[in-house]
């Protein structure tokens, strides 16, 4: 999360600021477009069949690990910038990511994160059994 974090849910703001800032962090999370978002929620569901509709939690993991990734990319001058062991660190010592570890989520929601954020169309996103192969070198063994 960004070093705003949580304190940034508490800070007052008008309507339109609420919105301008849910647009650029909409932007920043689904630069392929709205359908960057479904597209995650099925590739979830499709690797997950045992999740049902109760999908929140893995795509807040999922998410969380986007955005680490994203602030690998930003100008190391920049205060939310990270750098890639950084940001994995911060994402395998939160809880949600113990949690996704202990149900055997962990390997693919991180081969998803690093296939999506690689992606630069939305014909580039892949398919559940590409996500499968790369989610290999991300089990413990």
């Not at 059994?129 to 070198?137: F, Y």
Request: net charge negative; proline share 4%; aromatic share 12%.
């Amino acid at each position: 999360m960004h070093k705003s974090g949580i304190l940034g849910w508490f800070k007052w703001e008008t309507k339109k600021q609420r919105e301008k800032r849910e647009k650029a962090y909409t932007q920043m999370m689904f630069p392929l477009g709205p359908e960057e978002r479904e597209w995650e929620i099925s590739m979830i569901k499709e690797l997950f069949p045992e999740l049902k509709k109760n999908t929140q939690e893995v795509h807040f993991a999922l998410l969380t690990l986007r955005e680490n990734l994203y602030c690998t990319q930003l100008d190391e001058e920049d205060e939310d910038y990270m750098s890639m062991e950084e940001a994995l660190k911060e994402w395998d010592s939160s809880d949600i990511t113990r949690s996704m570890g202990r149900k055997g989520y962990y390997p693919y929601l991180k081969a998803m994160a690093f296939l999506e954020n690689a992606a630069t169309s939305f014909d580039e996103l892949p398919t559940a059994a590409i996500i499968k192969l790369e989610a290999e070198k991300y089990k413990v063994k």
